[in-house]
C-alpha cells in the first residue's frame, strides 16, 4: 500500500514460526481487525485489516473528505477484510472496499 510502508506483514522466516496462508504479522505497524464503526475485534472474528504507525501517512493533502473515510479512530482502513490469530498473524480473507470508488 502506498499509503503505508512499503510491507505492512510479513510470514517469519526459520527458526520463528511460519504459518501457511497467512500473511505474517505486522512489520513496524500495528495491525487490528475493526467492525464497521470502529470497535476493534477480538482473535478469530472477521472485520476490516486497519494499521497504524510512524510508516502510516498521516492523511491525504487538502483532502478533508478522503481523511475521514480513510481514518478511524487513529486507524488506517485498509480495505481488505481478515482475521487475526491470538498470535498476531494475519489472513486475508477478501476485499471490502473497492478502490474504484474511493
Same mark, same amino acid.
Given at each position: 500500500?502506498?499509503?503505508?510502508?512499503?510491507?505492512?506483514?510479513?510470514?517469519?522466516?526459520?527458526?520463528?514460526?511460519?504459518?501457511?496462508?497467512?500473511?505474517?504479522?505486522?512489520?513496524?505497524?500495528?495491525?487490528?481487525?475493526?467492525?464497521?464503526?470502529?470497535?476493534? /475485534?477480538?482473535?478469530?472474528?472477521?472485520?476490516?485489516?486497519?494499521?497504524?504507525?510512524?510508516?502510516?501517512?498521516?492523511?491525504?493533502? !487538502?483532502?478533508?473528505?478522503?481523511?475521514?473515510?480513510?481514518?478511524?479512530?487513529?486507524?488506517? !482502513?485498509?480495505?481488505? /477484510?481478515?482475521? /487475526?490469530? !491470538?498470535?498476531?498473524? /494475519?489472513?486475508?480473507?477478501? !476485499?471490502?472496499?473497492?478502490?474504484?470508488?474511493?
Amino acid at each position: 500500500m502506498t499509503e503505508t510502508s512499503h510491507q505492512v506483514t510479513f510470514n517469519p522466516l526459520p527458526p520463528r514460526r511460519r504459518k501457511p496462508g497467512s500473511v505474517g504479522t505486522g512489520t513496524n505497524v500495528d495491525v487490528a481487525i475493526m467492525v464497521r464503526g470502529g470497535g476493534l /475485534l477480538q482473535p478469530g472474528h472477521e472485520g476490516e485489516v486497519v494499521v497504524r504507525g510512524e510508516t502510516v501517512m498521516h492523511g491525504y493533502a !487538502r483532502n478533508l473528505a478522503a481523511n475521514e473515510e480513510a481514518f478511524i479512530n487513529g486507524w488506517f !482502513r485498509t480495505g481488505d /477484510l481478515g482475521i /487475526l490469530d !491470538r498470535d498476531g498473524y /494475519l489472513t486475508v480473507t477478501g !476485499r471490502g472496499i473497492d478502490q474504484s470508488c474511493r
